[in-house]
């Protein structure tokens, strides 16, 4: 006879299930010594009968545990892979949406390489910091060489370098500054991924949550 259950229910189960069958492993003794002078065997000190019962006793209850556990992952993996989900991306199926949990969350396969969505918020990030940088330092330098041509016009005299026009110098300053070309706007978008990456988690975590506690599955 089939067994109903949610997929809640059967998660926590096959949750159980694991530790229980561990434990049961541990624990189990499926052999022992005895001497042939003596009916108890050395360790449990039972008779062999009794003995030879408990190992087969255990042994089948775990492989009935095993068989158990199979059966509700068999399950909760089949009613995955048909139960749909709706998220703003687009839907998906619950296995798709725990797949691609994982790979935002840097857990999936690939050791993490497949979180391209970090990855590409990280060398968006990299790429406007460093030209940033480049750019102050040279139109830094720029700056000092200006200077430099104000002093080589002028003389020292800060009076006289303020009151005379200098349009050379600052000709020379405009067509020799240094700007960040940042045709994507990087922050707004680093902004984006951030955000759609947080509410896509946020949706994926909820109605996955919905899905588990709402769908059943028969075992």
Same mark, same amino acid.
């Given at each position: ?32 010594? #005895? ?5 108890? #065997? ?51 199926? #619950?296995?798709?949406? *725990? ?29 406007? $910091? ?37 349009? #050379? ?9 240094? $700007? ?5 706007? *990087?922050?707004?978008?680093? $902004? ?28």
């Amino acid at each position: 006879m089939s067994e109903k259950m949610l997929v809640t229910q059967a998660l926590d189960e096959r949750d159980l299930l694991v530790k229980k069958i561990r434990d049961k492993i541990e624990k189990a003794n499926f052999a022992d010594t #005895v001497k042939h002078n003596e009916e108890k #065997v050395i360790t449990a000190r039972v008779s062999r009968e009794e003995f030879s019962k408990d190992a087969e006793s255990a042994f089948q209850q775990i492989q009935d545990l095993i068989s158990r556990f199979q059966k509700i992952d068999a399950a909760i993996v089949a009613s995955n892979a048909k139960t749909m989900i709706k998220t703003s991306l687009g839907d998906y199926t #619950v296995a798709g949406a *725990i797949s691609l949990r994982s790979r935002l969350r840097n857990k999936g396969s690939y050791n993490g390489e497949s979180d391209f969505e970090s990855a590409l918020k990280k060398k968006l990030e990299h790429d406007l $910091e460093q030209n940033v940088l480049f750019a102050n330092v040279k139109n830094q330098d720029l700056q000092k060489a200006a200077e430099g041509m104000r002093l080589s016009i002028l003389g020292k005299d800060a009076k006289v370098k303020d009151d005379k026009p200098l349009e #050379v110098v600052d000709a020379y300053i405009s067509e020799n500054t240094t $700007e960040v070309v940042d045709p994507l706007d *990087i922050r707004k978008k680093v $902004e984006m991924l951030r955000e759609r990456r947080d509410t896509l988690l946020t949706e994926l975590d909820t109605q996955i949550k919905v899905s588990n506690a709402t769908t059943f599955i028969e075992i």
